[in-house]
């Protein structure tokens, strides 16, 4: 089991990298009313056949290159059955890969979220050229950080500069505040 959230969200996402993904939706949803914390992760990469979205899940297995074991799959989804959660994966090849994650938020094996916020800004500013999409939801709010949209805005100003950098990390402390405190 990883120590966060954040650190399986870190994971899903170099995983959709590695297979060549210019963009990643990550949709995380806390809900009390529905007693859930739900995460969503898709990317249009290589997507993979039937045979290895079946291994995919072994730890002993893994698509990457001089690599023998994966475990950031396997421990997602150990974690979401320890939890008394669910897990899902589904690909195609040449059209990408989704996987959905929900636990029951009273759970109390259920690891915390982390750094949320951290994790959107370093992902988003160590990957310039892949395009991220992060829907954020409680059961009072809905927040959107869209790189694309971003990159937009500035112009030609590359998302990874220090002054670009800075204005993320004010945007998202002011936006993610919501999402932890309920």
Known sequence: MMDEICSHIAD????????????????????????????KVSDDG??????????VIDPFYSTKIGRKVGLGIPLLKGTAETC????????TPGRG?????SFPLNHPDLPPLGNLKDTIL?????NPEVDFTFHIKNDVVNF?????????????????S??????????LDEHLDFFNKQ
């Open 12 to 39: 899903l996402i170099v995983n959709s990298i590695s297979a060549e993904a210019k963009h990643i939706k990550v949709t995380i949803e806390k809900s009390k009313i529905n007693n859930e914390l739900s995460l």
């Open 84 to 91: 008394g959660g669910s897990f899902n994966i589904k690909s």
């Open 162 to 171: 220090p002054e670009v950098i800075k204005f993320l990390k004010d945007y």
């Open 46 to 55: 290589k997507g993979m056949n039937e045979s290895i979205l079946k291994q």
């Open 122 to 126: 370093v992902l988003s500013v160590s």
């Open 144 to 160: 959107t950080f869209d790189t694309m949209e971003i990159k937009k805005m500035l112009d030609g100003l590359p998302i990874n």
């Open 97 to 101: 890969t989704e996987i959905a994650v």
